[in-house]
Structure formats: C-alpha cells, structure tokens
C-alpha cells in the first residue's frame, strides 16, 4: 500500500492529464477550420451578403424547416427508441439498422430513394397525390420530410441508447403507486433520460440544419420555398466562393448561439463537479 | 424597352421557372432581371442544379417550363424522355482554359505543361461534361496528365486552385472569369480546344407557352447575348 | 380486504413456492434469513414479477393466474410497496414523491401536496420536504418511502424491512404510528422484518420463509414458544436441538443425552433457554440428570448478561451475569460443565 | 380507487399502443425510400456493377477510412464528452457547440474550412509540410480527416449524454477502494455508458460511411486513394443513374449487415423485458 | 494506526462539526438520530467530501487539510467503506465485487480472485459468487459489501451500518466473525449502527453525534448509564427527564416534582428504568415521596412485558408484566398513578 502509493500517484493523474490533452486536440481539431474560415472571411463586403433579402429568406426557411424537422425526429423517433430499447421482437436489430441506413446513403441516392417513396409516382407517394392531393417533392414540406429522413436517425440511436442505460427498478416502484405506463413515461423514464434526448435532439437538429444533396434533389433549389441556407451557399459558391463563406459564417453563428444558450441544465444529468 | 421591342416580341405575362445548370446562374440572373425589366407582366424563377439532377428532377415532376443544361448529352436524356416541349436550340457556347492561381507561380504557359512532374493537376472526373471535354483537349494535344483528383464537378477544380491546393486545372473559360482576381486563365489554342454548347428547351409540363417562348428568345436574342457574353460565353 | 396467494416461481437459484393469506385489517409479519424470498414473495404480489404457477386474489379479484391467463399489472392493483432500497425517485423532492401515488390516481396537485405534506409530517420529515432523495440520509429516505407508499391508502399494503435503518428513538416512534395507522384502515398488510420486536408490535400472525418455503406459520408467541428451525431459535434467542426420543431421553444429532421432563418417542425438538443453562468448572455433585462437559466457544457481552456459546455432545448457548463469568473466569477455549434442569426443557414433535 | 380503474385501464393501455403506432409509422418512413430504391433497381445488369473492379476498389476504401474516422471518434471524441460532462470551466457551452458546428456546416464549405486548417496553405497544413512534409489534400489520410471531422461531433454528444446519465457515486465507490481514476474509469464508468458509448460509435461510423461533400471537396476524388463509395455512386450517376442505385445498394447492404451484426448485447443496458 | 480528525463540513441544512479520534486497533461506534450526520463524517474520511474546515490525519499522514492545502483523493487513502446503501457495482459478479479493492492495488487476478473467493465464504456466500448485485437478496448484498470493504484489509475502516439488514441468526454470526476479524488487525474501525447490541459486541468506545455535534462519547456503558440526551435514553430505552434540582427536590420542565436519594442542585438530568415505575389505580398507601398522577397514552406490548407510556407532570415509559397489565386492566386514556422509589432515581448534573 505505501509502497505501490506513488505508483498509484502516478496513475491516478494520467486519467485526467491524457483526457484533457486528447479533449484539447479534439477541440482545436474542431476549432481550427471555423478560425480559417473567419480568417479568410471577406469581411469587406460581408454586411451587404448578410442583409441581402435572399439570405434572410433561406435563413429563415432553414430554421422554420430544421426545427419541424426535428420536431418530427422526436414525436416518432422516441417512440421507435422506446421499442427498441424495451421490446423483444424477431428482426429488431434489423429495425435498427434499417434506421441508420439514411445516413449511409449519399445524398442524391437519398433523394431519389425519397422519390421512389413519396414521389409522385412514388410507391406511397403516388396515393397521397390520388386521394389527398398531397405532393411532397418541390414543396417546403417536402424539405422537411428529407431532412427528418436523414436526421431521425441520430435521435432513434442515441434516445435509444439513454432508455436501455436508464435503471427501470424507477419505473417498477411508479408502477405500483398506480401511475400508468404513460404517467411513468412522462415523470419517471423522460427526466430519465433528459440528457441522451437532449442530446438527440441537438444531433438531429443540427445535421438537419446542415442538410444538402437529399434536399436539393428530393424539393429542388427553389429560392423562399426549398432554397434553404446549404443550398443558397451551394449556389454562392458557383458564382462567387467569397459569399458562400460569409452565408456559412451566418448559418455557424446562428446555431452556435443557439446550442451555447442550451445551457447544461437542458441536458440535465449529474451536477458536473468541479475541474 | 426599346430593346424588347426590337427584339421582335410584344411583351408578355406570366410567371415561369427555368431550371438551369449552376454554371449559368450568374448569367441568368441577370438575363433574368432583364428579360422581366422587359416584360414586367412577366416573371421569370430559377432553380439551379446539375444538369443531371435537373433532368431527374423534371421527370419526377417538378415544375420547370424552361431546361437549360450545360451539355447536349444531359439535353438529349431530357429529349429522349420525351420531356422537351420545344426542340432544344443552343444558345451559348463555352471553351475551356487551363486555371492557375493568381500569378500563375508555377508559370504554366500551356496545357502541355500539365505533364510536368511535381505539378498537381486536378481535371473534372469524366463522367461530368468538363471532365470529358478536357481530356479530349488533351488527347488531341496529346499530353498525358495523372491529375491528383477528378473532381465532381467545375466547381470542385476551382475551388482546388484557388485555395492553392492544385497547382491547376481545366476549366470552361466563365468559371476562370467567375473566380475574378483568385485565378488566372492560361488559354488554350483553338485548334486544341473544344466547344462545349449549351441547349435550351421549354418542357413539356410547361404552363406559360407565351413566355417560356419569350424568354429563350431573349437569351438567344442580341440583349440576352450580350450579357452572357459578360460572363464569357460566347455565341454558338 | 382478504388476501389469498398461492406463489409459484423461479428466480435464479430460488425456487419459491408459497402460500400466504391476510384477512381484513391483519398485520402479517414475513420472516425469514436472507434470500429467503420474501421480497421475492412482494414483487409477485405486487405485479412486478409473474408468478410461474398459483394464483394471488385480493379481496375476490383475480390479480394473477397463469391458467386462466390473468394478469393485473402493477398499476391496476390496488397495492403498495415499501421497498427495501426505498427506490425514491431522484428526480423528485421528498414532497413529490410522497404525493407521486396521489397524482398518478388523478387526486389534483394541490390536495395530493396538502396529503403528501401531513404523511411527511407523521414521519417527522416536515422540514425536508423539498430535498431530493439524494439529499436524505439512509433512515429519512425510509421514512420517505414508508410515507409514499402509505400515503396511496393501498388495500395491500407491503412492507419490505420498513424500520431497519431507523434510529432507535424515531423507531419506537414509527413502529407506534404505523401501528395506530395500521389499525385505522381495514386493508391486509404484509410486513418483511429482521426484527422481533418489531414483529411482536405490528404484527397479528407471523409466516416463517425459509429456502423458499413456509417453515413455520401462526401467533408470533406460539411460534416463538416452540421453534421448528435454527432461524427461529436464533430469532428468539434460544437453544434448539434436534434428536430421536427414546425411552425417557434423547439422543441429539452431536450423539449426546437430554433427559426432559416430559420425553417423547421419535424424531423430537428440544428448546432450552440460555439462562436456564447453568456452568460449572467442576463436575457438579448431586449430579443432575443433564449435565455435558463442554467447551467454551467464544462470549458475547451484552450489557451486564454475558452468551457463552459451547461446543460439546449438545452446543449449547448459555446466558450468564458478568458476576458468573468473573467468577468462573472462562476464557474461550477452557473446559466446562453445562447442566440443565430436566424442566427447563421443552420437548415437542420434530 | 375501483372507480378510476376503468379510467386508468384505458390511459394504461394507451402509450404502449400511440407508442407503437408512432414507432411503426417511422419504420415505415425509413423502409420505404429503400422498398424504392429495391423496386426500381436494374437486377439486370446488377451483377456486373457490383464485381466491377472499381465498384470493390470504392467499397474496400470507404470501409477502411470509416473504420478509421470512427476509431479516432473514439479515441478523441470519449475524453472530450467526459470533460464535458463533467468538468466545469468557463466556455464549456462553447466549445460544446462548437464540436457540432461541422454538422451545420455544408458540405463544400467544410471542405474549404478543411483546406484553410490543413490545407497546404492552411494555419496548420502549411508547417506539417514544412516540417513534416505532410500534406492532407488528394490523400487517404486526408479523407480520414474529412470523414472524422464530419463524423466526431456525433460521438460527443452521444456519450456526453452518456456520462451525464451515469450514477456517479459508484465511481466515488470504486476509488474508495484504492481505484485510480483511470482504473475507474476502465471498470465501472465504460461498462455503464456502454450503450451511448455504443450508439454514438454507430452514429460517427455510419455517418463517415456516407460522407460525401467535405471529402471531394477536401481530399478529392482518385479511384483507390481517395475515392469513396458515395464518390462513385455520385459520379455513376451522372452517366448511369441505375448504376448508381445498384452501387448505393452494394453499400447499404453493407452497413446493414454490420448493423445487425451487432447484437443487443453489444448495446449492453438493461436487458430488455419481453414484449 | 490513530486517527485523528477535526471536521467542519456544511451539506444543505446539515452543519456539521465534530471531532474524532481512534486508537490503533480500536473500534469506535458512531451513533445518532437519522440525519445526524454519521454518514456525511464517514464520507469526509473517505475523501468523497472535502472538509470546508479542520484536518483530518491517519495514522501521521495528513489526509484532509484545508488551510494546508491538502487534499489526498479517495484512492490514495488506506480507507474502505461499507456503504449505507452498499453501492455494488452492478456490471460485477458479486466475486468480482470483492476482488475490485484488490485488482485496483495491483493484486494479479487469479491471487485477486482467490481471496475474494475466501471473503466471500466468511459471509457465507460462496455460493452465490457469479450473481449480480441484482441478483442478490438485501442481506447477501449487504454481506458482499462488507466482504469488498474487509477485503482490501484497509488502516481505517468505515462501516455505515453493516448489519441492518441481516436475518437474526446471520447478524449474530457476522457479528462475530466480524468482532474476530476486527480483532486481528491494528487498523482504526468507525462503525455507524442503531441498534446497542451491535455497538455493545463490537465497540470499545462509542460516539454519540446528533444534529452534526458530539454530545456524548466514551464507554458504552459509562455513556448508557448516564444518558445525557432524549436520543440515548431511547437508545438503551430508559426514561431521562430533565430539570432544575433545588434542596432535595427536582422540578422537571413539565412541573412536576421529583425527589432523587441523591439530590443535586441546579440544572440536572434524572434517569429511571422503566421497570422501577409502578402503577396503581388508586393513589397508594405509605404514601412514597415520588407519586405523580398519570394517563395512559398507550400500551406496547414485548413478548410477556408491557411498556406503558404515561402523560402527566413528569412524562415516563414504565414496563410492567402481562399479568400485571391485566390485573390493572389498563386502557389508553385511563387515569394511573406512578410511583417510583427515591433509589431508583439516578441523578447527575445536566
Ligand atoms: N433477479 C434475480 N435473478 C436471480 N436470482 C435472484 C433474483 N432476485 C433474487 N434472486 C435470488 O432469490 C433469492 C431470494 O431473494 P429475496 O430478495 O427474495 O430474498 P429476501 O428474503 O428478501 O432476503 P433479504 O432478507 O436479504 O432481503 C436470493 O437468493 C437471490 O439470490
Ligand atoms: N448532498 C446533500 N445535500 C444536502 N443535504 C444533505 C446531503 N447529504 C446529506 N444531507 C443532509 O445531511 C444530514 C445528515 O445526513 P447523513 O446521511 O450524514 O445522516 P446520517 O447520520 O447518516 O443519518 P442516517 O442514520 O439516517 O443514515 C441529513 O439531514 C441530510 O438531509
Ligand atoms: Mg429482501
Ligand atoms: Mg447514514
């Protein structure tokens, strides 16, 4: 015990030494490109890019689209999340799977996959034209549905992950004081797992906000109906590289403002201790 | 205006989407502003995309009364599709240029210096109108180039350049243009150089005959010339 | 509320088979060693665990018969838990989670707070009415949990070793609420306890589970009075051997000779007192009928009476004054003589 | 009490039952564009794009790089969630945020950001040539980089969450019993975020997988060096869109098998009770 | 190895500020009401919680110092905790769990394994070496917890009441094993329990801690004979009743009147067993100097002994047999007289 002691020492400080060093590359890893970006901003004609009416439009309608997109990741996805976390059936891991598969798929096949789908001569898509009227391809909804396509995923996997690391003895002890399962859902799993849906949301959020090659293809590039801020930055870049970046500084510092007034009592969890 | 005028059209009215290859938007957006300054009953929307995106998109429906791809081979999908309305006319034409960096440090005089070791070359992949153009300016300059990537798109070659990740490209001579004061054109002689030209068609899904005609009239007319010409297309 | 329960059920290394009933308004007490099963017994009561055969019916209602492939969830049962790792919510104040059963049953916020206020109160934890669980020590959180289930007004009522991190004094208290509380509401009440004297407060009726098993079932005194199991001897504290009578003695399973008072023929048990048992350094002479050279195990002080444990023909625990024992000056290990009075020792049937 | 059952009886019944409706609709969702995609696909000529070399050469890179950019994920992307989530410092939101950004980012422009950081010009990218003569752009390390940097924030958030959800105090045990922080670390907190852990693994790989924009635009596209599946199939589809379709086939089939390859246990949690 | 500490420490409403000291090979028992703070000092030891205040020395190595600046974390400690609510790892066989200690110290497995395996068996749990926590009763969770502290065989040893969940006869044993064990080695122990049979078998010395102070601390039986808080006297179950003595008499806070043999003046504390009060129906004869009329508030049955808690001038808990009780056909409410004789009046200076 004395005598492995300074051992022990040593040990004991590698933990949060290594951890702070590779925690510390991984942030500058992250942090260096925006710094490059902002470095070789043109701030010059940045203003007049800002407040140009066709920015605003596609800002607007990124976020308006992102946030129904990531409303939907929730309503269905934490549902999907429960059943796979809670359920035994035959082909649940291929359920998983299946719901990651979005993110593999490169984004035109993505949008083409969509039309099959919702097309309007899509496999469903098709009677929802016939019976509701209903076409999805080249309308904001359309946006919408692409992007929760390939962002749902991140809310599935990790909400799904938070209930099965969620101790269900909670749920066990609510049960018998006669609260309902969806009574113990709300009161008991949810502030549960607060941290992994927050989380989730955040993920799904983000990678909707960023969402290009579905959208352009399965809703097209319409300026104010499907033209969101990505694709306007595509185009910028074709006709002048100085006005993408200065658009995607835009889009970075909005949803950077966003995400650091999250603050960690969002994502609940332990009260973090002390550094 | 007079111009419209003597362009032979009365003015029309009406609201039509044109969907058009990314490498026109700068020029189309103007062309656009004039064409409705001319017509102010009309209105003129654009979608642009690969021309390749834009034909899938049409055939799954969208709604475009004008296509204006920036090669026949797409052009001629859309047509055989039976999509077109009209029969497509050319009314630009564009020609390649090797793309250097500004100052052209590595002092590139012409595509046969593409070969020279150490150089980091990157071409559009073949599979992409530039990228088969290019390589048919180099078989007939018969150097043969190992570049350091072949690129999606145009787009993706000068960004490599003007970033001074490659030391060069080849590019369509409005996409050296576009890059203004990041690049320089090295050009290529004409015998060696090819013409790409750039089809339009109203579709067949179009709802504004009246001013899908009007508007390629205008592009092919001398005011919708003039201001491509801006942008370094040249007339077919 | 009657209950009546016959548990079949597998878990791991346990193999439960049970029956249990409660009549309205009877205290039972569950007793038995550690992995017993009486939690396990709970957790089928309650819905948590499916019983593998057997029926449970509380008061004329079906709660769980595999034949008949019936299955009341947890939440529609009419019972309540009070676990033995309590199982507070961490997420709610003391207050929430005592109003938690309120709520869930639709009583509206306010009034379910005003209730969930007053069973605080009964426990004495008025004043950490908004502290987490987290912020509880061992014995308050207990008592959280004992307010939460009581506060539900359950028609069963299970409670899982409800004292056992209660401070002496806040014991006494509780044990005495809880059984004015007990005696007010007329459901049956299941009670799992380590502790005789809580048992012998609470309860009407003790069931003795052992290995899964009811050993030993009725009025505490009439179990207490004649033992079946080592448990329930240690329980009460007192000597159970295990022999064949024949005539006039008996054999123990040590190979040595009880002569009692009043022999039996066959498989018998014999209960002797430790303070009946007197020690002797010497053979003591008018030489009583049972006395066994012995040798002393360890001592147990307790206070101003001292255990001895013994080891010999018949162990034996006897309970002697720090006086005797200074004056017999025993050490672990040293010879000595146990000598019981043939009347001291109660024999009955194994 | 009697009173409220049938009430009861009805909400009890009624999470489980939305709750699978809700789950089946976004299965469905998911399935669907892929039924599409199945339905449309040219079996005919399916075969020959499939064993075509180059068709092999895309698939054994994109899988040798995702593997990578998921293992640097890890090994980068666990200690910067643990800081995260458990230390408290000044800009802890920020540099939070800031790990997400590169989702928000489009494609092209990461790729550009990329170039200014590692570039051969880039704040970074200029002394690894000077010094090291190493340079990212048109290599394979240089996809691994797009992909890890497009991939990480994944993993962070995920296990972020992770951590946050865990019980502390049995790491307070374990040190109690002479564990040093890294030992803790191995035994106790890793088995108890294992299922994050595990999701946020899937999430970052699957995500490389599908990557696209930051590595053409950063790394470049030469078949067996930087050339990665969604690279071939964007390209297929610029000449022969069911090529295309066939290739993205060959890589979700792929994902899928290693998806469900990976058991529940692996997932780890509470085993989950049978439906 | 001595231990010395001086703990200042505030947690939510708990202020906490006591002092310790333990002799190499001793073993202190920690009592108190629930909430007193017992476990906030053990979690100050083990270096969970930073003191805000004081230092804390083991055996000459500074620990815990706050103005010094000095803080050894928890796993360079030589301190092993039994937990209140054992916290076993529950990713960890329970074999696992008690080789933790070692395999953290370096021990190689297989060494690790073995002598966990030995542990394990000493808590009578070797058969349950592959389960789970989860898949542990309370009690055998409790003795796997016990089993991973003792095992890392530490200089100081905390346990938070280590036997509270434990069936009678298994309590009685570990006890022992455990007393024979603490024997064996020159660690300090601390030790929390409630309940003075445990404090009496094991302790040398007791500490009495209630609302974060030390009121009383010493022998258990110097502390049990002169009780000088309401929290002892429950725990050894006698009636302490404080006053103000005044030539020959004491007037207690209810006004009633004591006359002790052995007065004292000014402010004094008086202690009465329960069993030295007696009572009547009618006011006896002789009149005795201590007759305080009375009401019945209720009635506890023990076995064949009663505990009668009496409201009147001077509140008392007086223990009466079965018999007795039915002779005097006692109901809560009834009107009663206690007496008890001036000698059974231990008195001391409050
Ligand atoms: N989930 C489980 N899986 C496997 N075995 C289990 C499980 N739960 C309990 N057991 C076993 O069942 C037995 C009885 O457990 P139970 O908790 O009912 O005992 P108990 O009577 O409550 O004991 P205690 O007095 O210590 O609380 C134990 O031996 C335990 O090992
Ligand atoms: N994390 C915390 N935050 C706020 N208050 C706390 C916290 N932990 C403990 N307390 C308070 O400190 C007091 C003492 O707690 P502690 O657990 O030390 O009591 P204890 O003596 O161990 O009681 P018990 O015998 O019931 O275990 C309690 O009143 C509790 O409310
Ligand atoms: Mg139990
Ligand atoms: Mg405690």
């Keep these: ?275 | 205006g007079s111009s419209s005028s003597n362009n032979g059209g009365t003015a029309v009215k009406g609201a039509i989407t044109v969907f058009a290859a990314t490498s026109l938007t700068a020029g189309f957006n103007e062309a656009g502003a004039a064409f409705t300054k001319a017509n102010p009953a009309a209105k003129v929307t654009f979608s642009f995309d690969a021309s390749s995106a834009l034909v899938t998109q049409i055939s799954q429906g969208a709604p475009a009364d004008v296509f204006a791809s920036a090669d026949t081979a797409t052009m001629d999908k859309l047509v055989k599709a039976g999509l077109n309305g009209s029969a497509p006319v050319v009314f630009a034409t564009n020609s390649l240029a090797v793309i250097v960096p500004k100052g052209n440090p590595k002092a590139i005089t012409g595509v046969t210096d593409l070969s020279r070791a150490g150089l980091k070359v990157v071409l559009c992949a073949e599979q992409v109108p530039c990228g088969s153009y290019a390589k048919q300016v180099l078989t007939k300059a018969n150097v043969t180039v190992t570049p350091a990537s072949f690129e999606q798109n145009v787009k993706g070659v000068v960004t490599k350049v003007t970033a001074g990740e490659a030391d060069a490209g080849i590019v369509y001579i409005t996409d050296v243009k576009a890059a203004g004061d990041k690049a320089e054109a090295v050009t290529i002689p004409a015998d060696l150089n090819v013409t790409a030209s750039y089809p339009i068609a109203t579709t067949k899904s179009s709802k504004n005959a009246g001013v899908d005609a009007a508007f390629i009239a205008f592009l092919t007319g001398p005011d919708g010339q003039a201001i491509l010409a801006k942008y370094g297309f040249t007339k077919p | 509320m009657t209950l009546a329960a016959t548990i079949t059920c597998t878990l791991g290394s346990l193999d439960l088979s049970v029956e249990l009933t409660a009549q309205p308004g009877e205290v039972v007490a569950l007793l038995g060693p550690n992995g017993a099963g009486k939690t396990t017994v709970f957790r089928c009561l309650a819905g948590l665990l499916p019983i593998d055969a057997g029926r449970i019916e509380l008061n004329g209602v079906l709660l769980d018969d595999p034949e008949a492939g019936v299955f009341v969830p947890p939440e529609r049962r009419p019972v309540a838990v009070v676990f033995q790792d309590y199982l507070l919510f961490p997420n709610l104040t003391a207050l929430e989670n005592v109003a938690f059963g309120l709520r869930a049953r639709g009583t509206n916020k306010t009034e379910a707070r005003a209730r969930a206020a007053r069973w605080l109160d009964v426990v004495g934890l008025a004043d950490h009415a908004q502290h987490r669980p987290q912020a509880l020590s061992g014995g308050q959180a207990q008592r959280v949990a004992l307010a939460r289930a009581l506060a539900t007004e359950p028609r069963l009522l299970l409670l899982d070793e409800p004292l056992a991190a209660l401070d002496a004094g806040t014991r006494g208290e509780v044990r005495r609420d809880l059984r004015r509380h007990l005696a007010t509401f007329d459901g049956a009440r299941l009670l799992v306890t380590h502790d005789p004297v809580d048992a012998f407060a609470l309860a009407d009726r003790v069931v003795i589970i052992e290995g899964g098993r009811v050993v030993q079932a009725g009025a505490l005194a009439d179990v207490t009075a004649r033992p079946r199991s080592r448990y329930v001897a240690d329980l009460v504290g007192v000597n159970l051997l295990t022999g064949t009578g024949h005539d006039g003695a008996i054999t123990t399973a040590g190979g040595g000779t009880i002569v009692p008072a009043e022999p039996i023929e066959g498989p018998v048990l014999a209960m002797i007192q430790p303070h009946a048992v007197a020690l002797y350094r010497s053979l003591p002479d008018g030489s009583p009928r049972n006395v066994w050279p012995s040798t002393v195990v360890d001592l147990d002080h307790e206070g101003e009476r001292v255990r001895v444990r013994l080891a010999g023909p018949v162990p034996l625990v006897a309970e002697i004054t720090a006086a005797a024992l200074a004056a017999l000056a025993l050490r672990p290990g040293d010879p000595v003589w146990a000598t019981v009075k043939a009347t001291e020792i109660a024999t009955y049937p194994a």
């Design chain 1, 1 to 275: 015990m004395i005598v492995s002691a300074p051992a022990r020492r040593i040990r004991s400080e590698r933990l949060p030494l290594v951890a702070l060093v590779l925690a510390a590359v991984a942030t500058a890893f992250f942090a260096l490109p925006f710094i490059g970006l902002l470095w070789k901003a043109p701030w010059g004609d940045a203003w007049s890019i800002l407040t140009s009416e066709s920015a605003l439009t596609a800002l607007r309608l990124s976020l308006w689209c992102s946030l129904w997109a990531t409303v939907f990741s929730v309503l269905f996805g934490v549902p999907l999340a429960w059943v796979l976390a809670r359920l035994t059936f035959p082909g649940r891991g291929a359920v998983r799977a299946l719901c990651t598969l979005s993110m593999v798929l490169p984004p035109v096949v993505a949008g083409v996959a969509l039309f099959y789908a919702l097309g309007r001569n899509g496999l469903v898509g098709q009677y929802l034209d016939e019976w509701f009227g209903i076409t999805l391809p080249f309308t904001t909804a359309g946006v919408i549905v692409a992007q929760t396509f390939v962002a749902m995923p991140f809310l599935v996997l990790t909400v799904e992950a938070a209930f099965r690391q969620a101790d269900t003895r909670f749920e066990d002890a609510a049960r018998t004081l006669g609260a309902s399962p969806w009574y113990v859902f709300r009161r008991i799993t949810l502030p549960a797992i607060r941290p992994g849906l927050a989380a989730g949301a955040v993920l799904s959020w983000a990678r909707a906000l960023g969402e290009f090659g579905a959208t352009i293809t399965f809703a097209g590039n319409f300026p104010g109906r499907t033209q969101t801020m990505p694709l306007a930055i595509y185009l910028a870049n074709e006709t002048n590289p100085d006005e993408a970046i200065v658009l995607s500084l835009v889009l970075i510092a909005v949803s950077f403002g966003v995400l650091v007034a999250l603050r960690d009592r969002y994502l609940g969890g332990t009260a973090p201790r002390a550094a």
